[in-house]
């Protein structure tokens, strides 16, 4: 099995601070939500089941819940324009924005011993406490990406910048389970 992307998220700085409460009334999409008692960002979505935007008042904004690097950056495109025709922001503002994270899946040929591969990998990179989580937590220093490892094989990579630091981190992983067996 291959490495497969299931959320890229990307944060932008708008360069203005905003009025998040005149945001939200002036928005045209019926998928907004703003509650400061509850959360002071405001939370919008350009489609009813779209990816997440996240707003606060200083004018960053986080983008979540995107299936794909493509998704991300037509989302961010769309959501500017949104702010552009909204007034909010001049038309083509060069706004900064990057990928914060790419969460991956992918799976290990085969069931794995959580507790020897615990040692296997050593102490100082995992942890593992199954009473807490069911899942190994293991952080490789040398790979920007930490890898959440469950028993039967499954495996969550967050952290990575990139798909292929996320291919990177499977690999790693994977040839290190291939030497402990």
Excluded: W
């Excluded at 939370?43 to 606060?56: F, N, Q």
């Excluded at 969550?156 to 067996?181: M, P, R």
């Amino acid at each position: 099995m291959t490495v497969e992307i299931t959320n890229v998220v990307g944060s932008g700085d708008l360069g203005v601070e905003l009025d998040v409460e005149a945001v939200e009334a002036d928005l045209s999409t019926p998928y907004s939500e703003y509650d400061p008692s509850n959360y002071h960002g405001l939370y919008v979505r350009l489609e009813e089941d779209g990816p997440l935007i996240t707003i606060y008042r200083s004018g960053k904004y986080i983008i979540s819940g995107c299936s794909s690097k493509e998704l991300l950056h037509e989302t961010n495109e769309a959501f500017q324009r949104l702010l552009a025709d909204l007034d909010v922001i001049e038309e083509n503002a060069q706004i900064g924005f990057t990928i914060q994270n790419v969460v991956c899946t992918a799976m290990l040929d085969e069931p794995v011993s959580l507790n020897a591969l615990t040692i296997g990998l050593g102490l100082e990179v995992t942890e593992y406490e199954p009473e807490q989580f069911p899942g190994l937590v293991y952080r490789p220093a040398e790979i920007g990406a930490v890898l959440l490892v469950f028993a039967n094989g499954k495996m969550v990579i967050t952290g990575a910048k990139n798909v292929e630091t996320a291919e990177s981190a499977y690999k790693n992983l994977q040839s290190k389970v291939h030497a402990l067996v």
